[in-house]
């Protein structure tokens, strides 16, 4: 029987991931982020793989015209391209070599939240390279797991949580996120999610970047039935190493009744993401249609 299209695409996604985690096993860092770099230009200017999409949402968040988005999104395709060979010498890389890849600001903040004994919440948004955050923070020994959705290509999905197995990260499942996040919380672990993506019609509608946009409300949720912090935390590039900063921690407020607490606390932690990428534009991943749905904030 003929493959379909959809078997053949999730065939090629395969074999180009397996043939970065090979390439990524025999170049060093450098050359690997040179040719991640090389391989997002082609993605944005001979692909042009969600080309448009990311430059209405630059155009539209941003408020630049469209050549200053063109050169923006093309810098964030490229930017993508180096994390995903960097992401791909997981396998090889020891925590030493992580630390001298990433320093670290706000360690106390995370040392605080800690010492509370409550676990808690990192909001991290698509910015930089998220995935070194989690391995930066287990190679200083956090206890610490990610809440991950279920990619559509299930290969590609079991070699991503097989690479950040490798560096020390739980993987909590979507399926069983209450129940494991939970778990995870009352063990006094951290628990990281990234919740800057459109939530649909279950999402709340808070601003970010000046715009309404459907957010998840599950860090809010759980940071609140846990009365435990939410902890942003960034990463951004600073030539060939990185500078990952753990903001201070935000609380639910008091006196309000849970969907007022869980609408503020999720647009504190989103306003720390607008100040981010309005400070590193070309290290967001604009490609997602994060405003797809519509509504009022």
Avoid at 1 to 13: D, N
Avoid at 42 to 67: C, H, Q, Y
Avoid at 249 to 264: F, K, M, Q, S, T
Wanted: hydrophobic residues 45%; charged residues 25%; contains cysteine.
């Amino acid at each position: 029987m003929a493959k379909s299209w959809r078997e053949i695409r999730q065939s090629l996604e395969y074999a180009a991931v397996r043939g970065a985690l090979a390439l990524a096993a025999r170049l060093p860092i450098d050359a690997g982020q040179r040719v991640g770099a090389a391989v997002g230009r082609l993605a944005f200017d001979v692909i042009r793989m969600r080309r448009a999409v990311s430059i209405d949402n630059i155009v539209k968040s941003l408020g630049v015209s469209e050549n200053e988005a063109t050169r923006i999104a093309r810098a964030s395709y490229m930017n993508s391209g180096r994390c995903l060979l960097e992401f791909s010498a997981f396998a090889r890389l020891s925590p030493a070599e992580i630390l001298d890849l990433v320093a670290i600001e706000g360690r106390e903040n995370l040392q605080r939240v800690l010492a509370e004994g409550k676990g808690g919440i990192i909001a991290a948004a698509h910015l930089g390279n998220w995935e070194l955050c989690g391995a930066a923070l287990t190679a200083i020994g956090t206890p610490l797991s990610f809440l991950v959705g279920q990619q559509t290509n299930t290969r590609v999905d079991d070699v991503m949580n097989d690479l950040r197995r490798k560096q020390n990260i739980g993987i909590i499942k979507r399926n069983v996120a209450l129940r494991g996040v939970m778990q995870a919380l009352a063990a006094n672990q951290i628990v990281a999610i990234l919740p800057d993506q459109d939530a649909r019609k279950n999402g709340i509608m808070i601003e970010f970047l000046g715009r309404p946009a459907s957010t998840v409300k599950g860090p809010a949720i759980f940071a609140i039935r846990r009365n435990c912090a939410v902890l942003p935390v960034f990463i951004t590039r600073q030539g060939t190493r990185h500078r990952m900063t753990i903001e201070p921690p935000l609380y639910a407020i008091e006196g309000a009744d849970e969907d007022a607490r869980v609408r503020d606390l999720t647009q504190r932690y989103t306003d720390r993401f607008t100040a981010r990428v309005r400070q590193h534009p070309t290290e967001y991943f604009w490609g997602h249609r994060r405003w797809k749905t519509q509504g009022t904030a």
